[in-house]
């Protein structure tokens, strides 16, 4: 457990001190981010520890943008499509990334757990999405 807890304060310091770059990161370390945010989440709810559930939920809720924005990785062809869909999925986390702080500071663990999982479910959409079609189907 403690060993959990160091880790999570790594990677914590590991994410303040890259925030600090945004312009210099790359989608992928975004990404990463991001994920490490959720897992910080994630161990939160677990251990019933609000602070740890908002400071990962305010790292998603204003993750720095890849530098040259998430576009480039997008086949040319298949932009339009991507735009489109981008902002509904943009909502979907970060909008439920607020409200998991919203629901926490209001005291209602199962309305922010329920936030929690559709903020996971609009990442795997766009994951999904971005997938398909960074290969070309």
Do not use: W
């Not at 989608?27 to 910080?40: D, G, I, N, R, W």
């Not at 702080?101 to 479910?121: N, P, S, V």
Request: proline letters at 4%; charged letters at 30%.
């Amino acid at each position: 457990m403690k060993r959990l807890a160091l880790l999570l304060f790594i990677l914590g310091f590991s994410f303040a001190h890259e925030h600090g770059k945004e312009q210099e990161l790359t989608l992928k370390q975004v990404m990463q981010m991001v994920s490490l945010s959720a897992q910080k989440m994630l161990y939160g709810f677990m251990l019933s520890n609000d602070a740890l559930i908002m400071e990962g939920a305010k790292e998603i809720a204003e993750h720095p943008m890849p530098k040259g924005g998430p576009l480039q990785y997008i086949d040319p062809s298949r932009r339009e499509e991507f735009l489109r869909l981008m902002p509904s999925f943009e909502r979907q986390v970060h909008g439920s990334a607020e409200e998991v702080i919203r629901f926490i500071k209001e005291g209602k663990k199962e309305e922010a757990l329920k936030a929690y999982t559709d903020m996971l479910q609009g990442c795997m959409s766009c994951h999904e999405l971005f997938r398909d079609r960074i290969r070309g189907r």
